[in-house]
């Protein structure tokens, strides 16, 4: 019988003993890179998303930058150029298609259709960049409105805007409520005697018309079209379309109840304006709640815009792709998932984001998630929900190849001689017809 020494004996449990408790250490998390513009504001609220994220999901490290609006299109490029581009990040309305096409992109098609809470977003908020190829959505949706301030309004013994489409104020209405508004510093409106348009104290009404998506809403609204079915040939010079551009000159140049671009040069922002009683009106984007709403003792409201034919809106909003390089598609899933829930991020209860999932207009619970705070005035429900789902129409630069240029290059220019009232509506918009068509070619998504 073989004798085993009792150090030997000791040795090899302490070696199995050793063996048997090891555990392999855990896995390195996956990290993502991020990209993404805004403000402090918006830069402080996706800091605290990607915290929330990496808490549930302590195996996907994010590693966000954020990056100046000017800036943005050459950095991204110049990662994508050197093989390391980002996972996840915002892009440009103007170029997403584009990149789609040239391979930069990731095609979400498939992965939206067999995901419910993606293939549940408002079918107005797909980019597509080939028939049936889509990049996904816009990063939120953004709509235009009216704000108002109700005690200017209070003060003129003006009634309020309609919060409801179906009530919206015809153009007439619109332009007498105006005028009503708007007095110069002797207290008299425009059309009375001895008013002085160059000395007004109060305005009607006022607006960024050097942005497309402030005039594109009336064009739709007058029964006009920004360009043809197939994306070949813009349509501002219909009658319109004409009509639409001309009214909205005339509310600086003929009534004088909106600063023309001179007056706005010298003027506070509008924020300013409204804060300090000198604005009843502002026609501008839904995300401008966010400012409005930090201002203290203003009492705001808002309001579905004015209709020349039919209440119509415009929705717009850049969209977050996932780029085609990524290593780690299913944490880059994830992640694009949950950066624009409203759960996780307060930019839709603080005014600056819409929500994508339709359930957000159409769920009273979930309507009220991302309404009920006082960032949203209490007409906010008919006003931008409901507004939502009855009237917007999409901006050209979801399907329209080179719109992006052509707003750009062709139709701002065009609008700022009308604005400028260097030349009619009528004139301008011919031009620039005749400017944009070798320019025009096609849809992406036909």
Not at 164 to 170: I, L, P, S, V
Request: proline fraction near 9%; hydrophobic fraction near 40%.
């Amino acid at each position: 019988m073989r004798k085993y020494r009792p150090f030997l004996i000791g040795c090899a449990l302490i070696v199995l003993a050793a063996c048997q408790s090891a555990t392999p250490p855990p896995p390195e998390p996956v990290t993502l890179h991020f990209t993404y513009w805004g403000s402090p504001v918006e830069k402080e609220a996706v800091e605290q998303m990607v915290r929330a994220f990496e808490a549930i999901h302590p195996d996907i490290k994010i590693e966000a930058q954020h990056l100046a609006d000017s800036e943005y299109l050459s950095r991204v490029s110049a990662m994508i150029a050197a093989g390391s581009p980002p996972d996840v990040g915002y892009l440009l309305e103007t170029h997403a298609p584009l990149w789609a096409s040239e391979g930069k992109v990731l095609d979400m098609t498939g992965i939206i259709k067999s995901d419910p809470d993606l293939a549940s977003r408002l079918p107005e908020a797909y980019y597509y960049y080939a028939p049936g190829k889509t990049i996904g959505t816009n990063t939120a949706a953004e709509i235009i409105l009216l704000f108002y301030n109700k005690d200017v309004f209070d003060r003129a013994g003006v009634p309020y805007p309609p919060a409801k489409a179906e009530d919206a104020w015809t153009w007439d209405e619109f332009l007498a409520r105006a005028q009503q508004l708007t007095t110069d510093r002797n207290g008299k409106h425009p059309g009375q005697p001895g008013f002085d348009p160059e000395d007004i104290d109060v305005y009607g009404v006022s607006s960024r018309f050097d942005y497309w998506y402030s005039y594109f809403p009336f064009i739709y609204s007058n029964g006009g079209q920004i360009v043809n079915a197939e994306g070949t040939r813009l349509l501002l010079d219909s009658p319109e379309a004409v009509e639409a551009i001309q009214r909205l000159a005339d509310l600086m140049w003929v009534h004088h109840v909106m600063p023309t671009p001179q007056q706005a040069q010298r003027l506070p922002p509008g924020e300013v304006l409204m804060q300090t009683g000198k604005l009843a009106m502002d026609i501008r984007g839904q995300w401008k709640l966010l400012d409005y709403s930090s201002i203290p003792d203003l009492r705001l409201g808002v309001a579905v815009l004015p209709k020349m034919k039919e209440p119509k809106t415009l929705i717009l909003g850049s969209p977050t792709v996932i780029f085609s390089g990524t290593h780690n598609l299913d944490a880059a899933i994830q992640f694009y998932k949950f950066h624009n829930d409203p759960k996780a991020v307060d930019l839709f209860a603080r005014g600056l984001w819409m929500p994508l999932q339709k359930s957000y207009y159409t769920d009273p619970a979930s309507v009220a998630a991302w309404i009920d705070n006082p960032a949203h005035p209490p007409e906010s429900r008919d006003a931008i929900v409901n507004y939502t789902l009855c009237c917007v129409v999409r901006t050209p630069h979801y399907y329209v190849k080179n719109f992006g240029q052509i707003a750009e290059e062709v139709i701002q220019p065009a609008i700022d001689r009308v604005w400028a009232n260097d030349i009619n509506a009528a004139e301008a918009l011919r031009q620039a017809v005749q400017d944009a068509a070798p320019l025009m070619a096609g849809r992406w998504d036909q």
